[in-house]
């Protein structure tokens, strides 16, 4: 008997449902923010940098799926690859075999990737990480790992071990025996190391949260550090990997850092199958599987399926023929120097600092007294809710999507595909400019928009 079943006539049914479906069976704090917000928008289509909604309109992404849509959404190569692959019917986890894509993949990633021999392949950014802690900790026999205040790596048990937010980690103790240091702090990381017991510093060159960038000099200089004292060093490239900021990895911005393992995810899936790879020093692999009776100490079920090679393979081609990197480098240059040049016009606007389309948008306390009033009025209802009130309007008054950067940060991140151009920066400049101008005003709309969310922090305490 043949199954039927209409994927298209069930959204047509039901699609209006989202929202309502969304709070009764999922998260349903999801939907009630995003209706407090003005979020809780339809939409129905997408490609490239772009959504329609049901009206038609088209929105501007500058927010890629928290990253994970780096070729933008539907891009016709990685599409093409996933039909063929399907169409291929492939004996596919069979787990008693080798299938020639999970190969082909991880010797393609590393001919990006210098110093690096072996690829683990799991299903996200998350367990890409705790990949890289398992490994470390077995290889150097130590159980602690560092890691960076403010840092993010996850949100299961082992990476949630090295996160530096508290409002992740509250309630979900204990956790693994590891150790904040701060980004850049050198001293710290080596009074930690004189312990003996470190086994690796987990660092993201460029923080997610804010957008901090490792100072220069820093990967290296720690590098050396961990080295002398027998620990590795674990670049999480999970969002700024693969293009993101201007070169293939964040930490090939600094010449001579050559990480242990890397961690990468997100852009490898093309925005389709969801994908994460762990690379590492082949001594560190062979340690770990260091015999047959150890061929199955690390896996994952779903781990090298083919949809997810396929895609990945995909996304690498993309990158090489069309340029990707060399586009996010000098299409994010200049994205972020129209914006740097709006800090002096702007006193709300205290700094514009990235690499390549990773960008951060720091807002702070202005001189003027009558801004200095409201804005001292927000940060004493909770602070993050000046950039929430920009946000906002680029959502609502000019269709692009962005997003805060963090909890109690007053910082916007920009995260666009990879693919935006000339035509993007002039949009996205031209409403970041008007909604500044407002916000300036000392009235209107967006201090209004202010006011609602003072009483929504207040009622939420």
Known sequence: MTSEFDLGRLLAERGAERYELHTKY???QLP???????FDKVYERAEGAYFWDADGEDHLDMLAGFGVMGLG?????VRKALHDVLDAQLADLTRFDCQPLPGLLAERLLTHSPHLDRVFFGNSGTEAVETALKFARFVTGRPRVLYCDHAFHGLTTGSLSVNGES??????????PDTAVPLGDLDALARELKKGDVAALIVEPIQGKGVHEAPPGYLRAAQELLHKHKALLIADEVQTGLGRTGDFYAYQHEEGVEPDLVCVAKALSGGYVPVGATLGKDWIFKKVYSSMDRVLVHSASFGSNA???AAGLAVLSVMENEQIVANARATGEQLRSRLAALVGK????ADVRGRGLMIGI???RPD????????????AARKGLFAQMVVVPLLRRHRILTQVSGDHLEVIKLIPPLIIGEREVDRFVDAFTEVMDDAHSGGGLMWDFGKTLIKQAVANR
């Open 26 to 28: 999922l998260n349903h």
């Open 32 to 38: 009630r923010m995003l209706h407090t917000i003005g």
């Open 73 to 77: 959404r539907h891009h016709p190569v």
């Open 167 to 176: 409002g992740f980690r509250d309630g979900f103790a204990p956790l693994l």
């Open 307 to 309: 949809q997810a090679m």
């Open 346 to 349: 702007y006193e709300l606007l």
């Open 362 to 364: 720091e807002f702070g």
């Open 368 to 379: 003027s007294l009558k801004l200095r009033g409201r804005w001292t009025m927000l940060q």
